[in-house]
């Protein structure tokens, strides 16, 4: 009989974070300083980060230790199960082995619990009382939420107002976890009525919070800025995720051909598959590993490599990635998570280097992927994870083609509990195909095209 789960006890639990940065055959570029075009420096940080998190974003030592209080605090959800989708391998009549992390059992219901909890922790001991930051669907903010209540620190969140007015469950959750949660853009910071003197109708997006979060951050010396996503830091600590999973393939006696995650800023994807391609660039193998986004939100596979901004106003540092354009307001698909205008830094060079691949799916065909794996497994997956599992629908469907039979791992990266509304669009016929245009595309990079430093002109 097939043994469906795969668990680690707490002290099988990794004690190190993977840093791939020490094992990519092409460096990342530098992030630079907007006026000077000059690579940045750390104390240019320090009004938005606590020092430990600023050295974790810029080293490149192999392995982070992982603190024994952040792997305290990891032990109230973790270690999280590998499990064996064999009822899915059922109902797809597939040879193919399947399997699945399964991060929707964290206290916000996906894999950024991970990063929110050390992210707190550091600040905590940094003596930083209040952190801001940007949500989109929710996530992240009600992530942030719970890791800073965990330390006693205030959490102040902008939550994209198109997300706000649709999805009330989530602030109600981070509500619950202590956090006060802001509709953005808001009249509270330049940036917001900025955008709002702009485009009275703004739905706002990501980049726009994100801008807000980093003005009420800066001005004050007790608040620092946290981010859930595409900072190097961030991916360090989600390695969590792969590195459980490596253990657990030992337990399974099997190994992945293909690992797939969704990609929004790349934490998850970079999380399960940064472990694994730690094995591939060091001792050899095949595997693929596949990055999954939004039609809508195209970065990987039509955005362009090169420096923009990592907000809409223009506050971060300059960051070398495949974008779609800082001013880019992507369609109001259901999958918040994956509205996001660039990739981060170290998997858009992993990309650009063909390292990893990438793939796009729209709306669709992810509800229709999502509930196929819902019906045989009995989670229903966040509208993000639909994007993976849509994948893993065409790999199965591309080795029945080819007669061929793999192993496929893919990350759960959140259940979609909170996210019944878009299911009911979905059965309700209400979805619909977005596709972006070369053209729209295009009239959002121009402008960007101005940004580029001379001296890297040939990226
Ligand atoms: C935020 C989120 C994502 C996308 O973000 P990444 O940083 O790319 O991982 C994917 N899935 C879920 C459930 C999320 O909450």
Redesign the pocket.
């Known amino acids: 009989m097939n043994t469906k789960k795969f668990f680690l006890n707490e002290n099988e639990m990794p004690q190190y974070w993977y840093n791939i940065v020490a094992d990519m055959p092409v460096k990342p570029l530098p992030p630079l300083h907007p006026g000077t075009r000059e690579p940045i420096t750390p104390d240019m940080l320090s009004p938005l980060f606590p020092d430990e998190l600023i050295r974790q974003e810029l080293t490149d030592e192999r392995f982070v230790k992982i603190p024994d209080a952040v792997l305290e605090k990891y032990k109230i959800y973790r270690p999280s199960p590998l499990i064996r989708a064999t009822e899915l391998e059922k109902a797809l009549n597939t040879d193919c082995r399947i399997y699945y992390k399964y991060?929707g059992g964290s206290p916000s219901g996906?894999?950024?619990p991970n990063t929110a909890i050390p992210q707190a922790y550091y600040n905590a001991q940094a003596g930083v009382k209040k952190i801001t930051t940007e949500t989109?669907?929710g996530?992240?903010g009600t992530a942030l939420s719970f890791a800073c209540a965990q330390y006693g620190i205030e959490c102040e969140v902008y939550m994209v107002k198109a997300s706000y007015e649709q999805k009330p469950y989530r602030k109600i959750m981070m509500n619950t976890f202590g956090a006060k949660v802001h509709p953005s853009p808001s009249d509270r910071t330049e940036a917001g009525r900025n955008f709002l003197a702009h485009n009275p109708q703004t739905g706002g997006s990501l980049g726009m919070a994100i801008s807000e979060a980093i003005e009420m951050a800066v001005q004050d010396e007790h608040t620092k800025y946290s981010l859930?996503?595409?900072l190097n830091h961030?991916l360090l600590h989600?390695t969590v995720i792969g590195e459980e999973a490596i253990k657990q393939f030992d337990l399974a006696q099997d190994s992945p051909d293909v690992i797939i995650?969704?990609?929004?800023?790349?934490?998850?994807?970079a999380?399960l598959a940064f472990p694994f391609l730690r094995e591939k660039l060091t001792g050899g193998g095949s595997q693929r590993f596949v990055a999954v986004e939004p039609a809508s939100c195209p970065k990987l596979t039509k955005g362009e490599f090169m420096y923009d901004f990592g907000d809409t106003q223009g506050y971060t540092p300059l960051l070398p990635m495949y974008t779609l354009g800082h001013n880019f307001e992507p369609a109001s698909i259901h999958a918040g998570?994956?509205r996001y205008h660039g990739a981060s830094v170290l998997c858009s060079q992993l990309l650009k280097d063909r390292l990893i691949e990438a793939a796009s799916v729209d709306q669709l065909e992810c509800f229709a992927a999502g509930s196929i794996f819902a019906k045989a497994e009995g989670i229903i997956p966040?509208p993000?994870?639909n994007h993976a599992i849509a994948q893993v629908l065409r790999e199965v469907e591309q080795a029945r083609e080819e007669g061929k039979q793999k192993t496929i791992l893919f990350n759960l990266?959140?259940h979609g509990f909170v996210d019944m509304m878009a299911y009911a669009d979905y059965h309700d016929g209400k979805l619909q195909e977005h596709e972006l245009t070369r053209a729209e595309i295009q009239a959002s990079l121009k402008e960007i095209k101005e940004l580029q430093p001379a001296a890297v002109s040939e990226i």
Not at 261 to 269: Q, T, V
């Open positions: 991060e996906s894999h950024k989109g669907a996530q992240w859930g996503s595409v961030v989600q995650a969704p990609l929004g800023g790349g934490s998850n994807f999380g998570g994956l966040a993000e994870s990266s959140g």
